[in-house]
């Protein structure tokens, strides 16, 4: 069975490497070959002191930096032309490498992280609901006559719910309607100021009953303004509507 030891603060050769390159400030595009190999190994050989064994695969590495310092002090071939020929940088293979090991350290680092902040947290252990939630499934037993008169009810209670609706949409249009009703009633007694009306005349609508009930909220909002007048002489009698001079006042001012 395979291991991994830690020693002191690097992790494998890669982990060195990227250490000594990050403390000398360099770019790990750009790095200064000659000088890193020359600590890299400096530190190689401390590590062979202490375990031959484990510093195996840092002198594998050691070995490739050598290579790769050797063809960079290798002369260029000149060309015929009398240009130098354009050679690879033997550096390219390690930076890939370097990259990709720095990348997938931090993803590891970033993964220590959450599983330390999830061993910060207490989970409540599973407790059996299936005595709240394990309800049995009703089924109902019907023939289709009985399914049908269950769904005409529905149909039927689904069309009063619109009817509803559709009333309370019309109720909350009332303020509106009544402001307007009102301007109506002040262009009634407009053209005939001394005029006694009958409170059936100021219904524009005498069969649709919400037009009574916002012509009659109309008047008594006017009188409580003092804009109008009304009489009835007995219980159950004609109102006999009259306009105030506050009303055609409030005209004037309107201009």
């Known amino acids: 069975m395979g291991y991994r030891v ?16 990050e403390h000398a400030e360099m770019s790990i595009y750009d790095i ?4 890193i190999t020359s600590q890299y190994i400096s530190y190689v050989e401390e590590l062979k ?10 002198m594998v590495l050691a070995a490739a930096l050598l290579e790769i310092k050797s063809k960079m002090l290798l002369p260029r071939t000149v ?9 690879e940088d033997p550096r390219t293979e390690l930076v890939a490498k370097l990259v990709e090991y720095k990348k997938f ?9 959450r599983n330390e902040e999830a061993t910060m ?5 599973q ?3 299936s005595e709240f939630t394990g309800e049995p499934d009703e089924y109902l037993s019907l023939d289709i006559d009985k399914f049908r008169t269950a769904f005409e009810a ?7 719910m619109e009817e509803i609706k559709t009333h309370h949409k019309r109720s909350r249009k009332q303020k509106i309607t009544t402001e307007l009703r009102m301007l109506d009633i002040r262009d009634f007694f407009k053209d005939e100021p001394e005029k006694e009306a009958d409170f059936r005349e100021l219904i524009k609508d005498k069969k649709d009953m919400y037009d009574v009930a916002v012509t009659f909220s109309s008047v008594l909002e006017m009188m409580k303004e003092k804009r109008l007048d009304a009489q009835q002489k007995y219980l159950f009698g004609d109102i006999t509507v009259k306009a105030t001079e506050n009303l055609f006042k409030e005209s004037e001012d309107g201009k």
């Open 127 to 129: 407790e059996d609901l």
């Open 79 to 87: 060309t015929d032309d009398g240009e130098a020929d354009i050679m």
């Open 49 to 58: 002191e202490s375990d031959i064994n484990l510093s195996s695969e840092f």
């Open 32 to 35: 200064k070959i000659s000088e």
């Open 105 to 113: 350290k931090a993803i590891s680092e970033m993964l220590e992280q």
């Open 121 to 125: 947290y207490l989970e409540k252990p």
């Open 6 to 21: 830690k020693l002191n603060l690097f992790e494998g050769p890669f982990d060195l490497l990227v250490y000594l390159i």
């Open 154 to 160: 529905f149909l039927q209670r689904k069309k009063k």
